[in-house]
């Protein structure tokens, strides 16, 4: 919602203020058509060239992200920091009973409980490859979070490729503007015999190419980069309680301490209140008794 108030309000500020100084709309609603298809064409195929078909695809999908914002809410940190306590205890209670989970987690009494993280089949891979390796002796804390740290910053790199693909194309927008600008003189000089009445609005539709391409790329198409790129770096603190987690576990910290390393390691915004979780927590302890 907050992304569709924004763009509302770049319009209504920047053309508002236009029409309130004076403007008038006509040169521009006559121009634009070409431009933004000079522009945006150019834009367009700029950015095809630059990305194969699958980060095309995941580009074009991120784009929900500006209006629907984070994936991960509070309550899934909440369920996650639960999901976790679970298999611990289970995994120090009785090694072999957790196998079954982590090799099955789709049939798994416990994942199933959690049916937004269950579909995150990078948040389950994560903690089942962490918890199999510990079980098969790799269970040194420091090389387990080296190994995390790697697979997350690769993720990580591969989600922000949205960004960089729209920031990319916004850095090159006011440079198409100025192209298709310079078109539209051309074609000004091309009838320099007209009065001045028409050179006047030739030069002005031409300047709207110059318009378009700053707009576009100032008012739309960069902001939509970085709030993909802040999105996504927000969404990426899911696996990192993950690790935290799973990390404090190889240390042999009690399961209750391995969940507030967790917790006290998650921003404030989404982090679980201590109450809250305690309380979440005695309902995993009961339904294990």
């Known amino acids: 919602?907050?992304?569709?108030?924004?763009?509302?309000?770049?319009?209504?500020?920047?053309?508002?203020?236009?029409l309130a100084a004076g403007g008038k709309m006509g040169i521009i609603l006559k121009a634009m058509p070409f431009e933004l298809m000079m522009i945006?064409?150019?834009?367009?195929?700029?950015?095809m060239i630059s990305n194969d078909l699958a980060g095309i695809k995941h580009t074009l999908k991120d784009l929900g992200k500006v209006f629907k914002g984070?994936?991960?809410k509070p309550d899934d940190y909440r369920d996650l920091l639960c999901l976790l306590f679970g298999l611990i205890r289970i995994a120090r209670a009785n090694p072999v009973e957790v196998e079954q989970h982590i090799e099955d987690p789709e049939n798994?009494?416990?994942?199933?409980?959690?049916?937004?993280?269950?579909a995150d089949k990078e948040a389950v891979n994560l903690i089942c490859d962490t918890m199999r390796s510990a079980s098969m002796n790799y269970d040194d804390p420091h090389q387990v979070e080296e190994v995390l740290e790697k697979r997350i910053e690769a993720n990580q790199h591969h989600a922000l490729h949205s960004s960089h693909a729209l920031q990319t194309?916004?850095?090159g927008l006011p440079a198409l503007g100025i192209v298709a600008a310079v078109l539209g003189i051309i074609?000004?000089?091309g009838s320099i015999d007209q009065p001045p009445e028409i050179l006047g609005k030739m030069i002005g539709g031409a300047l709207v190419g110059t318009f378009l391409g700053v707009f576009l790329a100032y008012g739309l198409v960069g902001p939509f980069a970085a709030k993909v790129k802040a999105v996504t770096e927000e969404d990426a603190h899911f696996h990192q309680l993950i690790r935290e987690v799973l990390v404090a576990n190889l240390h042999n910290h009690a399961a209750a301490i391995c969940i507030e390393v967790g917790r006290q390691n998650t921003p404030s915004h989404i982090r679980p209140g201590?109450?809250?979780?305690?309380?979440?927590?005695?309902?995993?302890k009961q339904e294990a008794a």
């Not at 945006?40 to 950015?47: D, H, N, P, R």
């Not at 798994?108 to 269950?118: A, D, E, M, N």
């Open 169 to 171: 194309l916004a850095d």
């Open 108 to 118: 798994s009494s416990v994942f199933g409980k959690y049916p937004r993280i269950l």
């Open 40 to 47: 945006g064409g150019a834009g367009v195929g700029a950015f």
């Open 70 to 72: 984070p994936k991960w």
């Open 1 to 18: 919602m907050i992304g569709i108030i924004g763009i509302a309000m770049i319009f209504v500020m920047v053309f508002g203020g236009y």
């Open 187 to 189: 074609k000004t000089m």
């Open 274 to 284: 201590f109450s809250e979780l305690e309380e979440a927590l005695k309902s995993v």
